[in-house]
């Protein structure tokens, strides 16, 4: 058996989590995985706490508010503590269906690869997000090809597998604000292997976004500094 644990990060996600949980419950995998959901609930300042309370799942329960590296991180150390094989992000509001994550899990089966990124932009079906948008994930996409020689379409994508090794350096490190271009980096230069599967996502269901203002000029700025530390960082 392989154990995944699938870990939710939300903040204000009331309105959306009861039927990501009951997809989650109805999603069905080769035998040999076992499923485990754990919700980290980000300080929210709606019900979204009583509602996991309710649901069949593990519930960390954050004190003050992290932001989504700190709470996909806090799901992390959860993995690697208690011993999960495999570990997927997935967003708390609907965008990424469960029924998607077998497309990942059979990338990650045929290429062995230790992080497997649930892309929109390889066949392009699906919910592509605003034109705005996608101009800074075309930047950010090249960005990451020039610090890692990679090309990652979807690079700011939060659809993600990790395996152990993945699990255990992000449990030791794992960027804290808007950290999906950053980490592909930090895991580039780690060594690991890093591969990008098709997946269609669809529009939210409920809340509001934690990147509000990602077409900004102050985003681009933070996260190009950001990429770049993690570029010149030692390991």
């Not at 709470?71 to 999960?84: C, D, E, M, R, T």
Request: proline residues 5%; neutral net charge; aromatic residues 12%.
């Amino acid at each position: 058996m392989m154990n995944i644990l699938i870990i939710i990060p939300c903040f204000n996600e009331q309105a959306s989590l009861p039927r990501l949980i009951s997809e989650l419950g109805n999603l069905k995998l080769p035998e040999k995985y076992n499923v485990s959901v754990c919700v980290v609930n980000d300080c929210s300042t709606d019900d979204t706490k009583q509602v996991a309370k309710k649901l069949d799942v593990i519930l960390i329960d954050l004190p003050v508010n992290l932001g989504i590296g700190g709470a996909v991180q806090s799901g992390l150390k959860y993995a690697l503590l208690n011993n999960y094989d495999l570990a997927v992000q997935m967003d708390g509001d609907g965008q990424h269906p469960p029924a998607e994550l077998e497309k990942m899990i059979a990338c990650y089966e045929e290429t062995g690869a230790s992080l497997v990124i649930g892309s929109r932009f390889i066949v392009k079906e699906g919910f592509q997000s605003s034109f705005l948008r996608r101009l800074g994930i075309t930047y950010f996409h090249w960005l990451n090809k020039f610090f890692t020689g990679a090309s990652i379409y979807d690079s700011t994508s939060g659809f993600r597998l990790f395996d152990k090794k993945a699990i255990q350096l992000s449990a030791r490190y794992y960027p804290d604000d808007y950290p999906e271009p950053e980490s592909l980096v930090f895991f580039s230069k780690a060594g690991l292997a890093i591969k990008e599967t098709p997946v269609i996502m669809v529009h939210r269901n409920g809340g509001q976004s934690s990147i509000r203002s990602f077409t900004s000029f102050y985003y681009c700025v933070k996260v190009t500094l950001a990429m770049f530390f993690s570029f010149i960082r030692k390991p």
